[in-house]
C-alpha cells in the first residue's frame, strides 16, 4: 500500500536506519519477521516503521478503551413542574434535583403551560427564578430560562 519509491526507515528496535528504496526496506522488515507500516505518509520522503502491525493495532486499541473508560457522561435529569405547582409538591421536587446535582449530573427543570397559562408566563418565570434560587449554592446556569413551545425551560449544572 506504500506508494513512494523511498521511505526514511525506522528499524524494529527504533533506530533511524535512513532513506533506503521500498524495495530494501520490504526486504529488511521480511528479515526481521516483522511488517513494514507507514507511519507518517505526509513526510518527504514519507515515514515507515519496521513492527508487528498486529501488536501495534491491539494496544492502540487498549490505549483507545483506557481513554474512553477514563471520559465522564454527564447524565441530564428533568423534573416537570407547572405553573400551579404548590410549593410542598415543588420542594420535593427540588430536594430531588438538589440530590442529582450532588451526585453530578445536570437537572433540567421545565415548566409546561397548559390552556391559557400561556397568558401569565411571568409566573413560570418566577416558579424557575425561585428553584434556582434555591439551588444555586450548589449549581450554575447553563442554560438561561427560554420558551420552546408550551414549555419554559432551564438547565443546571453541578459546580465543579
Known sequence: MIRSAEV???DGDGENIGVVTLREAMDIAAEAGLDLVEVSPGGKPPVCRVMDFGKFLYQRAKKDKEARKQQTKVELKEIRLRPKTNDH???FKVKDAKRWLEEGKKVKVTIN?????MDYLEIGRTVLDSVEAELSEISIIEQKPKMEGRRMMLVLAPLK
Open 89 to 91: 409538591h415543588r420542594g
Open 113 to 117: 403551560f397548559r390552556g391559557r397559562e
Open 8 to 10: 526514511r526507515l525506522i
